[in-house]
Structures are given as C-alpha cells and as structure tokens.
C-alpha cells in the first residue's frame, strides 16, 4: 500500500521530473502507463467532419456578430415585458376593489416594437460591454463548483435556444462550379 | 505541437482573424469533442458544447494569460462546461418507467434491444464502446474527469491536482485507482491473468 509522500513521487516521475521510483513504486507507475496506454485506442471518439463543420460555422457566426447574443437576449426580454404588459391589462379590472386612491388608468399596452425600441435606446456599447466582460468572467473564470443561479442557467439555456434556431436552419445550396 | 506555431495561432486568434480560431478549431476540435463525448456519451451534447465552446474561446480568448499552458487552459474551459451541463441535466431529469405504455400500447421496455439476438460486428463494436462508457459511468465524477483530461486534455499530474484543488498524491491515487476499476470493469485484468 502506497502513501502520500510516494504517490506523490510516482505523480512527478510521471510528469517528467527526474524522480528515482523504488520497488512498489515503479510498479505503480508502470501499471498506471500501461493502462493509459490500453485506454488510449479505446477512448478514440472521432467527430465526423460534419459536425466539426456546425461548430466552426458557429464560431465564424460570433466573430461576425459579437453583440448579437446579447441583442437576442434584450429582443427575447422585451418580448416577455410587453407579454407581462398585456397580461396585465387583460386582468385589470377598474373597480372590481374598492380603493380610497383614485385608480391608475393604463392608457394603452405599450406596443413590442417601442418596448424594444426603449430597450436599444438603453442598451449602449458600455453597458453591452460591461455584461459581456461578466459574461466572460463567469464563463472562463468562476469556479466550476459553484452554483449558477437559476436565472442565468436560463439565459444560457435562452442563448442555446437561439442560436440553435438561428444557426440550423440555414438552408442548403448547392455550390455551382 | 510546437510552441512558436502555437503562439501565431493564439496571436492571430487575439487579433480578432477567423483564420486563427479556425487553426485552433483544426489543433483541438477533435480532441475536444472527443472529450465532450466521452463526459456527456451523447454525440448531440459533444457537438452542441463544441459549439459554445469555440463561441467562449470567441468571448475569452483576449483574457488567456500566455504564461500558462493554452490546452491546459481550453480544457479547464471544456471542464467546467461539462460540469454546468451535467448539473443541469441531473436538475431536469424525472424518472420514467419501463412499464408505462404510451398512446401506442408500447412501453419503454418493449423498445429496448432484444439481447438474444444475433450480434454482427457493428453492435459488437458498440457494444465495446458502450463498455467503456458503462465503465467510466461507475467512476466517481472527479475520478472520471481526471481520467478524460489525463487522456483528451493531455494534462500533468500537477495540472490536475491544481485544477480540482488537491495535493499532487490524491490526484495520482485517484487515477490510479480509476484507471484499476476500468480496467477490471472492462475485463483488461481478466486477459493478464
């Protein structure tokens, strides 16, 4: 049974450092290179060119259009606004509580195109930036244990969504020569 | 691959040029869904976080320090993507049972392959692959991603232990005890003896 301290010798002799392995040990060793080694030809899982091309193609998309993931987000925020909007007015009902304060009168739902129009005005290059740079904080950076809040598990799963539909839908055509 | 073409891929990558994403994309692309395929045993899955993850490398690339090792640092990337999806995964999934039937009369267990019949060589290949992957399933996860990133990721005993946070023995000790049960689960031991 091997402890600490060697397990530790073996890891840095494999890493490359020039470590003298004894008895138990170079066993160890060998039997961890000899199953690496076995396990290599196993673990071969090739991506057909097909889907490695999907891939790239979706990469080349993002180079094209940083911001666009983000303007999606904001068009799919401003959907669910001028949703709730409606919803509202739909279940208003003037007087149905008896209030001492006069009633708020809702003029007019606020249509999806000044609700997204209101939405780009706010949306300047600065604040686009600082969500990105969060974005890529916590997708490069936060560590892995910690748990993402549900709403950002949403906006990725959002984010998934629309590229997906935006991105696989593409029609095919043939390439004339 | 060598470090000076390396580097002019990164920098040409950081430089906004498509040209040098897609070099990166050619250098790691397979490996990386291999990884990606091994971890979620889907090939959708595999192609789906290949996908966000060359997106990612988009949004991040300008943040990779040189100073510390480029493949070390995507598969970190890929390692926590793995990690979001899998705990996402277990947050949806809803137990189903064999014997419900559907609108059809069929149950599940009624689209399940018949083991009795005849196997050609294609479902014996499968059937190996899915050995490795029913064999990597009863690894604990940390054990498992060790063992992928060993393999996909090319990382370093230090690497690993740096990554899951542990001293340099453990991280040794589970791959080597990893890689036993794989072994012994795959009947690797049963052709020694």
């Known amino acids: ?21 004894i008895g138990a040990e170079r066993q160890a060793a060998d039997e961890i290179r000899r199953a690496e080694a076995e396990l290599s030809a196993a673990m071969d899982a090739s991506a057909t060119p097909a889907r490695l091309r999907r891939a790239r193609r979706r990469m080349i998309a993002a180079l094209e259009h940083p911001r666009l993931r983000l303007r999606r987000i904001g068009t799919v925020a401003a959907v669910a606004a001028a949703a709730a ?32 129009a209101a939405l780009e005005e706010t949306a300047r290059e600065d604040e686009f930036d600082l ?13 892995s244990g ?20 935006n991105l696989d839908d593409f029609p095919t055509y043939p390439i004339e020569g | 691959m060598e470090d000076r073409r390396l580097s002019a891929m990164i920098a040409s990558a950081k430089a906004g040029q498509a040209d040098g994403y897609e070099a990166l994309m050619e250098a790691f692309g397979s490996r990386l869904y291999g990884y ?9 899955d595999a192609e789906d976080l290949l996908g966000e993850l060359m997106l990612r490398l988009v ?23 793995v990690r979001d999806r899998i705990r996402r995964i277990k947050a949806r999934v809803a137990p189903v049972s ?36 029913e064999a990597l ?20 005993f230090k690497e690993l232990s740096e990554l899951f946070d542990c001293p340099l023995g453990t991280a040794l000790a589970r791959v080597h005890r990893g890689l036993k049960m794989l072994r012994r689960l795959m009947g690797a031991e049963d052709k020694d003896a």
């Open chain 2, 98 to 133: 064999l014997s419900a039937e559907r609108e059809s009369g069929e149950t599940l267990a009624d689209r399940i392959p018949d083991r009795s019949r005849p196997a050609d060589a294609a479902m014996m290949a499968q059937e190996a692959a899915q050995g490795l992957d």
């Open chain 1, 85 to 116: 909007a409606v919803l509202v007015l739909i279940l208003w009902q003037p007087g149905a509580a008896p209030s001492p304060q006069p009633p708020v009168r809702v003029q007019a739902a606020p249509s999806f195109d000044s609700v997204l």
């Open chain 1, 1 to 21: 049974m091997l402890d600490e301290k060697q397990y530790e010798r073996i890891a840095r002799s494999l890493d490359g450092e020039d470590v003298e392995l």
């Open chain 2, 36 to 44: 990606f395929f091994r971890a979620t045993r889907s090939h959708h």
């Open chain 1, 146 to 165: 910690a748990a993402w809040p549900a709403l950002e598990l949403r906006i990725e799963a959002i984010e998934n969504d629309l590229w997906d539909f």
């Open chain 2, 137 to 156: 399933d009863k690894l604990d996860t940390v054990t498992r991603e060790m063992v992928l990133l060993r393999h996909y990721g090319q990382m370093s």
């Open chain 2, 59 to 81: 949004r991040t690339l300008k943040d990779y320090d040189e100073r510390g090792r480029f493949e070390q640092w995507l598969f970190r990337v890929a390692a926590n993507m």
């Open chain 1, 131 to 143: 969500i990105q740079y969060e974005l890529d904080d916590l997708a490069a950076g936060a560590p």
